[in-house]
């Protein structure tokens, strides 16, 4: 569990980085900071593993002060991925992931073992990838490197910081799933900065949401969206959150052509209740399909219709504001 109380960091130029911060991650959370450029959010992850010093407050791992650890056993505990892929560009990758084990006198064995374990679980075939240096592989295998290498020693702690922002849109979409999936398995403490408010909701348990240095509203993805404590929050969230929920909720029933046209030819078919993500590569491979609901052909639906389902509904999300 970490703890921030009071936690407030003055940088030498007189910015007042981060005031009186409180807040509380609990063992096994995927917490998610965020918030806009320059509130505060990379200062507060790296005051966790020391790599900034805390002007004021205390910060606690598991009830002890984080001045108190040895920093190299504070350091060797928080795995940190960085958003640039900060790999080493003349070690392989195996040697990339060994580092910290070999600062912690494994055995070459145990090591090697780990290499292998962790990168199955990325995806990448130790066979093929473990020899090969940084720049062999694409942006995406890169990161997903940066990302075991943090848990390389099995910390309890992963401090993550942006670290899919550089990539493209699949390949971070990719990735999010990935770390998604691994955080099931593994149940780290991890803790996540964003500025992209989609990521935030749905990676975290919980969310933390930071303005000009201070802590605006903490709470679930639920409760953020539902509950927003101000007009900031609102706007963060609110109107990309809704527009998201109700791209969610969207069925091919409520996506119905209404222009009359009858039915000629036989047509791929879709069930009433199937979601935009099911409907969209249909659509994308045929202009047409019957929609059917309790065995009946209740209608069509066609990529004009839904296009304007869509359209019209965006344009009400923002009048409602
Ligand atoms: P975020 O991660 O939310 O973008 P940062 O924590 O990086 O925000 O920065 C918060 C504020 O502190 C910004 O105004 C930034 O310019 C300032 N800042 C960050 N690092 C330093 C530094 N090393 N020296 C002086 N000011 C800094």
């Known amino acids: ?27 096994g959370e995927f917490f998610v900071l965020i918030g806009p450029s320059g509130c505060g959010k990379t200062t507060s992850l790296k005051m966790i593993n020391r790599l900034v010093d805390l002007s004021e407050g205390t910060i606690s791992i598991n009830g002890k002060k984080i001045s108190d650890y040895d920093i190299h056993e504070l350091r060797w505990n928080i795995g940190y991925v960085l958003q640039q892929i900060a790999l080493f560009p003349h070690l392989t990758i195996e ?58 020693a099995d910390p309890e702690i992963l401090l993550m910081d942006e670290p899919f922002s550089a990539l493209d849109p699949i390949n971070r979409e990719k990735l999010q799933k990935d770390i ?25 348990d919980r969310l933390a949401i930071m303005n000009e240095g201070e802590l605006v509203q903490s709470g679930t993805p639920e409760e953020i969206i539902n509950h927003p404590v101000n007009d900031f929050v609102r706007n963060f969230v609110g109107l990309r959150a809704s527009k998201h929920q109700f791209l969610d909720q969207l069925t091919a029933e409520s996506l119905l052509d209404h222009t009359g046209d009858e039915v000629a ?32 052909v209740i209608g069509t639906i066609t990529r004009k ?16 504001g």
């Open 1 to 27: 569990m970490i703890r921030f109380e009071n936690v407030s960091k003055l940088y030498g130029g007189g910015t007042k980085a981060v005031n009186e911060l409180n807040l509380q991650i609990d063992a």
């Open 95 to 152: 040697e990339n992931i060994s580092i910290v084990p070999e600062l912690k006198k494994w055995s070459k064995r145990k090591i090697s073992d780990r290499v292998e374990e962790l990168m199955h679980m990325v995806g990448l075939d130790p066979d093929k990838y473990r020899h090969r240096k940084p720049s062999e592989l694409s942006g995406g295998q890169q990161q997903r490197v940066g990302v075991v290498r943090a848990l390389a």
């Open 305 to 320: 219709s839904v296009f304007q389902y869509i359209a019209n509904r965006t344009v009400r999300e923002r009048e409602r």
């Open 180 to 204: 998604a999936d691994l955080q099931r398995k593994i149940k780290k403490t991890i803790l996540f900065v964003t500025h992209d408010i989609q990521e935030a909701l749905e990676l975290g």
């Open 265 to 296: 030819d036989p047509l791929p078919t879709v069930y009433s209740n199937a979601s935009l993500e099911e409907v969209i590569p249909l659509l994308a491979a045929e202009p047409r399909a019957a929609v059917m609901k309790n065995g009946e």
